[in-house]
């Protein structure tokens, strides 16, 4: 490449990883948003979760474009290529993590008429703050390069798990304790698993962090934790 030519890689390069920096803002603060609504049944603060959807909606088209575009231009190879790629998979996944964060705002919306047991909550609140430290770490791991940054996002996957088996657990006391409390809690079920989803979607961004550093894939399997039950009973939600 010419010097012109790599300084326009490199701004194409440094261009879409700050709007993969605004996509992990707003998908953490949808995070954190969509619990705070769901813990105060703040419908407004709910309302405007749903609403910042769209905006990570648009800079996943716009990263992924742009990726592309740039892939066609400069038909990059290695390192280079893994880069581009991996702005791609990791778009693609905040982009998921929004629309968890959405459903969480969602589902605070329809109970918000009828609080009941909010000591039902607790267990959701500790399993997201738990989410919202892996997204952040994955996400300072990309902007760094960490590669073991990152293999520790992932290897931390099996204690969510093993936590939405406690909520999930804890719901069916509260269920149990008061049949009123069972569209209630159902909600909060749903809730638990968009959570536990996020952080399904940290763990894929460490994965693809691992590989666009050191070039080869974590293993296929991830560290899994909880009651095979309660991995099959999780799916199903």
């Not at 300084?7 to 992990?24: N, V």
């Not at 474009?65 to 280079?80: C, F, G, S, Y």
Request: glycine residues 6%.
């Amino acid at each position: 490449m010419t010097d012109h030519t790599v300084k326009a890689y490199d701004e194409e390069l440094l261009y879409i990883g700050r709007k993969i920096a605004e996509m992990g803002g707003i998908a953490e603060q949808m995070l954190v948003d969509s619990m705070d609504a769901l813990a105060r049944f703040d419908g407004d603060l709910a309302k405007r979760t749903v609403a910042a959807d769209a905006r990570l909606d648009l800079l996943q088209r716009e990263i992924e474009e742009k990726a592309i575009l740039t892939i066609a231009r400069r038909q990059p190879m290695a390192v280079d290529l893994r880069q581009l790629m991996s702005a791609i998979h990791i778009a693609n996944d905040l982009e998921r993590v929004g629309d968890m964060g959405k459903n969480i705002a969602k589902r605070s919306l329809k109970i918000a008429d009828d609080p009941r047991a909010p000591r039902a909550i607790v267990g959701l609140k500790r399993m997201s703050e738990l989410v919202s430290h892996q997204l952040k770490d994955v996400l300072d791991a990309y902007a760094r390069l960490d590669a073991d940054r990152a293999d520790i996002v992932w290897k931390r996957d099996a204690e969510v798990d093993a936590l939405e088996d406690v909520v999930f657990r804890d719901l069916l006391t509260f269920m149990m304790e008061d049949p009123r409390n069972i569209s209630f809690c159902t909600h909060l079920l749903f809730c638990s698993k968009n959570i536990e989803r996020i952080g399904d979607h940290a763990t894929n961004i460490a994965e693809t962090v691992h590989y666009l550093v050191t070039g080869h894939s974590l293993p296929v399997d991830r560290p899994k934790g909880g009651a095979g039950e309660g991995e099959k009973r999780s799916s199903a939600l």
